[in-house]
T-cell receptor, first 115, second 114 residues
Framework: IAGITQAPTSQILAAGRRMTLRCTQD?????MYWYRQDLGLGLRLIHY???????GKGEVPDGYSVSRANTDDFPLTLASAVPSQTSVYFC??????????????FGPGTRLTVL | KQEVTQIPAALSVPEGENLVLNCSFT??????LQWFRQDPGKGLTSLLL?????REQTSGRLNASLDKSSGRSTLYIAASQPGDSATYLC?????????????FGKGTSLLVTP
């Protein structure tokens, strides 16, 4: 693994179903983030984690939950999917230490369609 | 809330031209500013990061400048090539309750024609 991987690449989901998007990084970055990208709205922060064991809410957290059990993994769960959650989801990570100035690196994205 | 604006939304230039993409932000208390490139259907590739204490950064044909006091950044692309065609995103990071999360502009879609 090199960098950030996300799975699945794409998914079509029935409304009301539960779905977990997976994100794994191998750079030992302490901070991780989930963003969604929508046409006309740009990228918006859903949830973030500054370090393993801690999480926080971003700009659009409703309907989503995250966990950070270890440094490498940061799954995003939709408990009961709704059509408005149709989007492209990007996971990102950064080393918030002073020397790196928090440069963020992004995964390839998951394209989710909720019908 | 930090607002990030990118102008123009779309730009078409002939190959070989030098061009400037603009980014403005409302809160000057930023930690850093990043420029990204996004190809259609792909993820984001980091191009340049400017720390809040810096004025500019250069990488190859790319030069990014930062003026915190006026809330502006520019991305200069020299001698543009068709392979530069992509969407360019500007994002700023604040030290806030969301850690160092990025606030993004909506991007400039660049087309370089042969």
């Amino acid at each position: 693994i090199a960098g950030i991987t996300q799975a699945p690449t794409s998914q079509i989901l029935a409304a009301g179903r539960r779905m977990t998007l997976r994100c794994t990084q191998d750079m030992r970055h302490n901070a991780m983030y989930w963003y969604r990208q929508d046409l006309g709205l740009g990228l918006r922060l859903i949830h973030y984690s500054n370090t393993a064991g801690t999480t926080g809410k971003g700009e659009v957290p409703d309907g989503y939950s995250v966990s950070r059990a270890n440094t490498d993994d940061f799954p995003l769960t939709l408990a009961s999917a709704v059509p408005s959650q149709t989007s492209v989801y990007f996971c990102a990570s950064s080393d918030s230490g002073h020397s790196s100035y928090n440069e963020q690196f992004f995964g390839p994205g998951t394209r989710l369609t909720v019908l | 809330k930090q607002e990030v604006t990118q102008i123009p939304a779309a730009l078409s230039v002939p190959e070989g031209e030098n061009l400037v993409l603009n980014c403005s932000f409302t809160d000057s208390a930023i930690y850093n500013l990043q420029w990204f490139r996004q190809d259609p259907g792909k993820g984001l590739t980091s191009l340049l990061l400017i720390q809040s204490s810096q004025r500019e950064q250069t990488s190859g044909r790319l030069n990014a400048s930062l003026d915190k006091s006026s809330g502006r950044s520019t991305l200069y692309i020299a001698a543009s090539q068709p392979g530069d065609s992509a969407t360019y995103l500007c994002a700023v990071s604040l030290i806030s309750n969301s850690g160092y999360a990025l606030n993004f502009g909506k991007g400039t879609s660049l087309l370089v024609t042969p």
